[in-house]
């Protein structure tokens, strides 16, 4: 099971700030950094502010060598998709084909309205033309132009440059990076999965639903002739671990969560109460588990993790 590090930088976080917990991730041996990309925190006075999440991986790919880098997940409203597969293919030559691309329709109306930032009621579209433009720029030959006539979007005689420095997951003769969609619909997301995606993600489900969200999807590969096996399966869920209850607690209350609760929906309680807890993930068909880590301070928290949970896992 590969344990990647997930940052809510928004909340209060500096390039510095989020550079610590990217090196810690690198060198206790996680398989990748991970950031949200939102302009407004979600509770607090957020200081000193927002980081742009693709400005910030830029900068992680010059000063990491090994871990993967991505968003979990970048707005389709904050961007026009011809500039998103630009800033992604770039980042990913900057990394050495390190970058990963989770997209999502967004949601969240209130830090549209701090910054300008247009909110159409109807997104789902905009989502399913941006993932056909992205993953269409990207795997145009050189040499050859894209074209798209949408609703939404229209892009004409693209010379659809630059191109990311990896392979498509889904058609290693062309040019892309690993797409990750994610949600909870039951039909309409799914679909979307099964047709760009590397990776189908849910965002901190209740555990008990995550069996029956995965076999959607399966479904949805085969009604779209693939191979449900090609499409990763994984979770984003709270970590909070403690050696004893009160570390748990002590580290519980700096992110404003209650201990009950975190135990009920997270990767929570103990270091074998985590093991346990990603144990039966991976039991029902998880490969990868995004850690959702608030307090970017408390490194010796990655360090419990990778020292007492990680060793513990299936395929460790």
């Known amino acids: ?17 989020v550079l610590a917990v990217a090196r810690a991730t690198e060198d206790l041996g996680f398989d990748a950094f991970f950031r949200s990309d939102h302009y407004l925190t979600m509770g607090g006075d957020g200081l000193p502010g927002p980081t742009d999440a693709w400005t910030t991986l830029a900068g992680l790919a010059r000063e990491t060598s090994r871990i993967r880098l991505g968003t ?19 980042v990913d030559q900057m990394s050495g084909g390190r970058v990963e691309l989770g997209l999502g329709a967004g949601w969240f109306a209130a830090e549209h309205a701090a910054y300008g930032i247009p909110f159409p009621a109807k997104r789902f579209g905009i989502l399913t ?6 993953t269409g720029l990207w795997g145009t030959p050189v040499g050859e132009t894209f074209d798209h006539a949408g609703e939404h979007y229209t892009l004409t005689d693209s010379p659809a440059l630059p191109k990311p420095e990896q392979r498509s997951p889904l058609d290693p003769s062309r040019a892309g990076v690993p797409v990750i969609v994610g949600g909870g619909g039951p039909t309409r997301t799914p679909a979307l999965a099964a047709r760009f995606a590397a990776e189908y993600n849910q965002a901190f489900p209740e555990v008990a639903s995550v069996p029956g969200r995965i076999a959607h999807v399966r479904a949805a590969c085969v009604e779209a002739g693939r191979d449900p096996e090609t499409l990763v399966q994984s979770v984003a869920l709270v970590l909070c671990v403690g050696r004893d209850e009160a570390e748990l607690a002590r580290r519980a209350s700096a992110i404003g969560r209650e201990v009950p609760e975190l135990r009920a929906n997270g990767v929570a309680g103990t270091p074998d109460e985590a093991v346990e807890r990603l144990t039966w993930l991976a039991a029902q068909g998880v490969e990868r588990v995004y850690l959702q880590v608030l307090d970017l301070a408390d490194l010796e928290h990655l360090q419990l993790v990778a020292e007492q949970v990680a060793p513990h896992l299936p395929g460790a």
């Open 129 to 134: 033309e941006q993932l056909e433009i992205v």
């Open 72 to 90: 979990l997940v970048s707005s389709a409203t904050f961007r026009y998709p011809g500039v998103l597969a630009i800033q992604v293919a770039q």
């Open 1 to 17: 099971m590969d344990l990647r590090i997930f940052t809510e930088p928004q909340q209060g976080a500096t390039y510095d700030d």
